[in-house]
């Protein structure tokens, strides 16, 4: 396994997939508090023009909670990049043939999917709180985090989310037999979740409820409603995990 784990870490290398989420992740922690910072400015700029139109622009004022507005919008995007990314793990495995030398030699199918999950999970990890890291110096450099209430509380929520999208991931990609049907069935299932959460009752005990942070830093909401919600999003995780390894030893290779 610790082989599988350098082989893993060597091809994230090599074809550039590391790097090229370090700068899409730090690039969306800058953006946050950037927008932010810039919005007086361009609204400043923009009001002769709409004055002409008779739309009036008063003086604008931006503070932390702007810059978390602005992380709540771009971190589902960034999530969406990273199921990109990854989303070959298995099935390029898959046509190149490349885990049938493996198994052969003995290394077990469940130390596999462990070995790329645990990859896929601890990027995730790294990559979000770099994004949460950077806009969090740069909005108390400029403003005051004090602003926003149960600040490490929702980035939790919104971390655990991740990991339950990345546990989707796991498991179509060992069922699936290329990043379409990836793509699709990781898609469908999170936007699924999405939609039973337009019905009242369902919503609190939904996975996706873990993105609405806003509520959280504003304190419309307290911790207490989003239990219900980690839990459900944590059992669904392991039970994707479980039924990705049972998968996987029943897969032909």
């Known amino acids: 396994m610790k082989a599988f784990l350098k082989k893993e870490w060597m091809e994230w290398s090599r074809t550039g997939r590391l790097l090229i989420l370090l700068l899409v992740f730090a690039l969306f922690g800058i953006m946050n508090p950037a927008l932010a910072k810039f919005t007086p400015w361009l609204m400043e700029t923009m009001s002769d023009s709409l004055s002409d139109t008779g739309l ?11 810059s978390w507005i602005q992380f709540y ?6 999530l969406t990049v990273f199921v990109l990314i990854c989303s070959g793990g298995f099935t390029l495995e898959y046509e190149k043939g490349t885990l049938i ?3 052969t ?11 790329k999950a645990l990859f896929l999970f601890g990027f995730w990890t790294v990559f979000y709180f770099l994004c949460a890291g950077i806009t969090y110096g740069y909005n108390a450099y400029f403003w005051d985090n004090r602003v926003a209430e149960n600040l490490i509380f929702a980035m939790a929520c919104t971390w ?14 060992v069922a699936a037999k290329n990043s379409p049907q990836v793509l699709l069935g990781t898609g469908g299932a999170a936007t699924g979740v999405y939609l039973l959460g337009m019905f009242p009752k369902l919503a609190p005990v939904l996975p996706a409820k ?3 942070g806003l509520p959280l830093l504003q ?13 459900a999003a944590g059992g669904l995780s392991i039970l994707c995990m479980v039924l990705a390894m049972v998968c996987f030893d029943w897969k032909r290779l």
């Open 73 to 78: 919008k771009n971190i589902p995007m960034a």
């Open 210 to 212: 873990l993105m609405e």
């Open 56 to 66: 009036v622009v008063t003086k604008t004022t931006v503070d932390a909670m702007d």
């Open 101 to 103: 030398p493996v198994v």
């Open 219 to 231: 304190g419309g909401t307290g911790r207490e409603d989003y239990y219900a919600s980690m839990a």
């Open 105 to 115: 030699k003995g290394l077990p199918r469940r130390k596999i999917v462990a070995s």
């Open 160 to 173: 655990l989310f991740g990991v339950w999208v990345i546990a989707l991931l796991v498991f179509f990609s």
